[in-house]
């Protein structure tokens, strides 16, 4: 879908000790639904700076964010935000934060749960996400019997359950080895579809290469 979503005019600057640091100045950019997007920059570019943006959890100065021909989303009050998020917005960090006593499977059923899904049909949808991410042998196991790729793959079945418009990764293979990362990142490419879009911040040159498009910050701006 073209114009799936769209960032018009963002500036976000942040207050330092009496310091103003501009991260975005005026930034323009739309993305096609259907793609693995790599965002890409400096450290201290503003990468982690724009996935909480989009993921509604920190404000711009300035802007509009739609998002599937949403309203501006940036407009809305902190409860409709939130809401707005639990319902089409998942995040996947590099630490992977899964609840430490609950199994696999019960990590990737409580979005949904909590969304108020049915149990069963959730589980259906939990087995049939850790089986697209080939654990369908880890689902009883707790996170500490799992490696951290095996961690960050029930993760990423997390962020799947309640079918999110947007998926926001931020360096989440930041702390597997190349191997894993290269696995990690082939499965979140089999998630996407015409209804999702997935933005992954990372430094690892060998998986820009293999994303749909690449997203630069630079100048305080996001170029293509
Ligand atoms: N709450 C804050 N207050 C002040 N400055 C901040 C705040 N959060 C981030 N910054 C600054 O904004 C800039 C962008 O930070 P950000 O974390 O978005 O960078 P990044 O591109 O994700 O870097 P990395 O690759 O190291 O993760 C940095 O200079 C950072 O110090
Ligand atoms: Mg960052």
Same mark, same amino acid.
């Given at each position: 879908m073209n114009n799936f979503l769209e960032i018009k005019n963002l500036s976000k600057v942040y207050n330092d000790k009496g310091e103003q640091i501009t991260i975005f100045e005026n930034t323009n950019f739309k993305l096609e639904s259907n793609q693995l997007v790599t965002l890409t920059g400096p450290s201290g570019s503003g990468k982690s700076t724009l996935i909480h943006i989009l993921?509604?959890?920190d404000s711009p100065n300035n802007g509009s964010f739609?998002?599937?021909?949403?309203?501006?989303?940036?407009?809305?009050?902190?409860?409709?935000k939130s809401t707005f998020r639990k319902n089409n917005i998942s995040i996947v960090f590099q630490s992977f934060?899964?609840?430490?006593? =609950?199994?696999?499977?019960? @990590?990737v059923m409580l979005p949904s749960l909590y969304s108020g899904n049915d149990n069963n049909e959730t589980e259906t949808d939990a087995l049939r996400l850790l089986r697209k991410m080939n654990l369908e042998n880890r689902i009883n196991h707790?996170?500490?019997?799992?490696?951290?790729?095996?961690?960050?793959?029930?993760?990423?079945?997390?962020?799947?359950?309640?079918?999110?418009?947007l998926i926001l990764a931020d360096e989440p293979t930041g702390s597997l080895d190349i191997k894993n990362a290269g696995y990690v990142f082939d499965l979140m490419k089999e998630i996407i579809d015409e209804n999702?879009?997935?933005?992954?911040?990372?430094?690892?040159?060998? =998986?820009?290469?293999?994303? @749909?498009l690449e997203l630069t910050i630079s100048n305080r701006t996001v170029n293509f």
């Amino acid at each position: 879908m073209n114009n799936f979503l769209e960032i018009k005019n963002l500036s976000k600057v942040y207050n330092d000790k009496g310091e103003q640091i501009t991260i975005f100045e005026n930034t323009n950019f739309k993305l096609e639904s259907n793609q693995l997007v790599t965002l890409t920059g400096p450290s201290g570019s503003g990468k982690s700076t724009l996935i909480h943006i989009l993921c509604l959890l920190d404000s711009p100065n300035n802007g509009s964010f739609f998002l599937k021909q949403s309203e501006d989303l940036f407009k809305k009050n902190e409860n409709e935000k939130s809401t707005f998020r639990k319902n089409n917005i998942s995040i996947v960090f590099q630490s992977f934060n899964l609840i430490s006593d =609950l199994t696999a499977i019960e @990590n990737v059923m409580l979005p949904s749960l909590y969304s108020g899904n049915d149990n069963n049909e959730t589980e259906t949808d939990a087995l049939r996400l850790l089986r697209k991410m080939n654990l369908e042998n880890r689902i009883n196991h707790l996170p500490k019997e799992l490696s951290g790729g095996e961690q960050q793959r029930v993760a990423i079945a997390r962020s799947m359950i309640n079918n999110p418009e947007l998926i926001l990764a931020d360096e989440p293979t930041g702390s597997l080895d190349i191997k894993n990362a290269g696995y990690v990142f082939d499965l979140m490419k089999e998630i996407i579809d015409e209804n999702n879009l997935v933005i992954f911040a990372t430094h690892n040159r060998s =998986l820009v290469s293999k994303s @749909n498009l690449e997203l630069t910050i630079s100048n305080r701006t996001v170029n293509f």
